[in-house]
């Protein structure tokens, strides 16, 4: 099977394991002299796991101008460009909060290595990480209604299986869920606050990394999981294509997630 299921005791320890793995990752293309092209993602659940990941990069004085950071999203306000850094749901700020000001300068990570899909031009970065050879390693957040980054559920009616697998970055319109879920998780629940759109990376750069780490922490995130180890690739829960990839990962908390008991 591609896809391993890790189960973790809690919050703490699925972030411990997923930092060692992305430390990991990143120490052996530096160390190896080759580019790490590392995707990265946003959300409570990632919280710990920057703190713990910063911590060991530090820790083990890696030289990281090599390494190439690509989020996977950020929201695009009524003018059509992302919202402003020191809006309070600006995932820009986010990572600069939580990964990027907490590295140490003398690692020499490089700020033009950090990227973001553009609205202005969403395909550029498709372009570009095609072109510097893939994603090297994927980390996933997983939403409560099995989106990965902010590619939504999609009946099959309205799209194939496979077209799904293809879409490229672009700008969507989020679902009244996301609104909501996001105004509750992070905008103490003022549904004012959150974006009506967003940038996403595509399916097709996700899909095309060479591994995949998708974490989840939330009871909200069982059934989503549930689905998904039942069936099959499909657009209606987005998070399924994982099941299809060469080389993923899902590591969860067994203490809100339980996974046991489906075949
Ligand atoms: C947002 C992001 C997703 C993320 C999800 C879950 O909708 N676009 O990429 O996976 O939130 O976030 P959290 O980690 O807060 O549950």
């Not at 890696?62 to 402003?84: C, K, M, S």
């Not at 080389?247 to 809100?256: A, V």
């Amino acid at each position: 099977m591609a896809l391993h299921w890790v189960r973790e005791d809690d919050y703490e320890a699925m972030s411990r394991a997923g930092a060692t793995r992305i430390a990991a990752a990143i120490e052996k293309r530096l160390r190896q002299r080759c580019p790490m092209l590392l995707g990265l993602a946003t959300g409570n659940t990632m919280l710990t796991l920057y703190e713990r990941l910063a911590g060991m990069l530090n820790e083990r004085r890696l030289d990281l101008a090599q390494l190439h950071t690509f989020n996977l999203d950020e929201y695009v306000g009524a003018d059509g460009r992302w919202i402003p850094a020191d809006h309070p749901l600006s995932y820009h700020a986010y990572m600069e909060k939580n990964f990027f000001g907490r590295l140490d300068p003398r690692l020499g990570m490089k700020r033009d290595h950090v990227h973001f899909p553009d609205p202005a031009c969403p395909a550029a970065l498709d372009e570009m990480i095609r072109g510097m050879g893939g994603l090297d390693l994927q980390l996933l957040g997983i939403g409560f209604n099995g989106h990965i980054a902010f590619n939504e559920p999609m009946s099959e009616a309205e799209i194939g299986v496979e077209a799904f697998a293809a879409l490229p970055t672009r700008v969507i319109d989020l679902t009244e869920l996301t609104i909501d879920t996001n105004a509750r998780l992070t905008a103490g629940g003022d549904r004012s606050q959150v974006p009506r759109q967003a940038v996403t990376l595509g399916m097709q750069p996700i899909l095309g990394a060479r591994e995949i780490l998708l974490l989840a922490c939330f009871a909200e995130q069982q059934e989503p999981l549930r689905r998904m180890k039942r069936g099959r690739p499909t657009p209606e829960l987005p998070a399924s294509y994982l099941l299809d990839h060469p080389q993923s990962t899902i590591i969860y908390t067994g203490d809100r997630i339980c996974l046991e008991g489906l075949a």
